[in-house]
């Protein structure tokens, strides 16, 4: 069975930072590349950024660019986010997506909730 288990959403002060994590089983996940995409309250879900098969490629959205970074173990079978500068912006859902093809998941997990507040 195919499994995305998110971790490490909380309530953060703006300025502050947070490191998401990732946890895949069920698949090869050396062949994916994987991306994490956020929700906030009332939006679309989007992209905040992806990291290919093995770690050649990333991508950001202009709005986490410089402030986040997505980094991956292949040995751990894990995805990380780490976000720095959290703003009330970044407040929201984050999912992780398994993508055979670049940005096109296939598979999300259930979420992790950030809340950037003082």
């Given amino acids: 069975?195919?499994?995305?288990?998110?971790?490490?959403?909380a309530l953060v002060q703006p300025g502050g930072s947070l490191r998401l994590s990732c946890v895949a089983s069920g698949f090869d996940f050396s062949r994916y590349h994987m991306?994490?995409?956020?929700?906030?309250?009332?939006k679309e879900r989007e992209l905040g950024a992806a990291i290919t098969t093995t770690s050649g490629?990333?991508?950001?959205?202009?709005?986490?660019?410089?402030?986040f970074i997505i980094s991956r173990d292949n040995e751990k079978n894990t995805v990380y986010l780490?976000?720095?500068s959290l703003n009330s912006e970044d407040t929201g859902v984050y999912f992780c997506g398994r993508a055979y093809l670049w940005l096109r998941p296939d598979y999300w997990g259930n979420g992790t909730l950030v809340t950037v507040s003082s």
Avoid: C, F, I, N
Wanted: glycine share 12%; charged share 25%; aromatic share 10%.
């Fill in 82 to 84: 780490q976000m720095h």
């Fill in 57 to 67: 490629t990333t991508s950001y959205a202009d709005s986490v660019k410089d402030r």
């Fill in 35 to 42: 991306t994490w995409y956020r929700q906030g309250p009332g």
């Fill in 1 to 9: 069975e195919v499994q995305l288990v998110e971790s490490g959403g």
